[in-house]
């Protein structure tokens, strides 16, 4: 199973991301949308599970959502603290015990095995700031596998 992963989009749809998610089964975005027509946008290409970010007010977005994909267990959270989590955030962590944990907010691409649970931070999809880089994600997974596959956008 191909799934696309995004973050930080900022009310920005950038015509790349369709070209980089064609084929892709599900897309999981993890907060800071913008606007409900971003989701609309993803909804094109493939079945969407999005998270409310800390720009989003007024989406009628959960802080958390636990999806099941390709016989693995995603936990979507927009800011999550690898180093400091909130006990909010580890609770939840404990009560799901995802496979996946997709975050977002640092605007900063991250992949890393921490126990038995893959943190992937796809990075901002959204608009050029500072000196972020404009990347999205495709986690390939199934039962035996997880790999991930950054994306830069030009």
Known sequence: MKIGVISDTHNWFDPQVEKLFAGVDHILHAGDVGRSNIIVELEQIAPVTAVYG???????????????????????HHIVDIHNPSETFQRRLLLAKPDVVVFGHTHKP?????????????????????????????????????????????
């Open 54 to 76: 800390n720009t989003d007010d007024g989406l009628p977005l959960r802080e958390t959502e636990v999806i099941e994909l390709a016989g693995r267990k995603f936990m979507i």
């Open 110 to 154: 991250f992949n890393q095995m921490i126990g038995k649970t893959l943190f992937l931070n796809p990075g901002s999809a959204g608009k050029k700031r500072f000196n972020d880089p404009r990347v999205v994600a495709i986690l390939h997974c199934d039962a035996n596998d997880l790999r991930v596959e950054f994306k830069h956008l030009e």
